[in-house]
């Protein structure tokens, strides 16, 4: 004679502080990762970089309201053309934070940083608009 039955089942759970609500405009926020910017290389379009600013800047498309943070994972400058590459990433990045939207910049293995591990941020020095 069986008197209950107890199913296993996950304890509740209290609400995580800053846990991820729901905006104003209904949508759940997002995180972009972009990556092989390459900015200041002369055989890499533009127009692409152009067409990312305007989705961000809600040009294109109301679900860039989504784009809670722009994470920019590595490959954001040509190598051959380090002064020119950072100028431009700069202004880029200036655009998206005008947008407002915060930006984190991981560097690559090829964007100008210390050789060190765990590798150093890229100086604000080099991003005077950006910073």
């Not at 089942?9 to 972009?32: D, F, H, I, R």
Request: include cysteine; proline fraction near 8%; hydrophobic fraction near 35%.
């Amino acid at each position: 004679h069986v008197d209950d039955v107890y199913l296993p089942s996950p304890a509740p759970q209290a609400a995580v502080k800053g846990e991820l609500q729901k905006s104003s405009n209904g949508y759940e926020p997002c995180l972009l990762f972009i990556s092989g910017l390459d900015c200041g290389n002369p055989n890499t379009s533009t127009m692409t970089r152009d067409m990312l600013l305007a989705y961000l800047q809600g040009n294109l498309t109301s679900s860039a309201a989504r784009v809670c943070r722009v994470i920019v994972a590595g490959g954001s400058i040509f190598v051959n053309d380090v002064s020119y590459g950072t100028k431009e990433l700069d202004s880029f990045l200036a655009q998206i934070c005008a947008a407002g939207i915060p930006v984190n910049l991981l560097p690559g293995e090829d964007d100008p940083t210390t050789a060190n591990w765990p590798q150093r941020p890229i100086h604000s020095s080099l991003l005077k608009f950006a910073s």
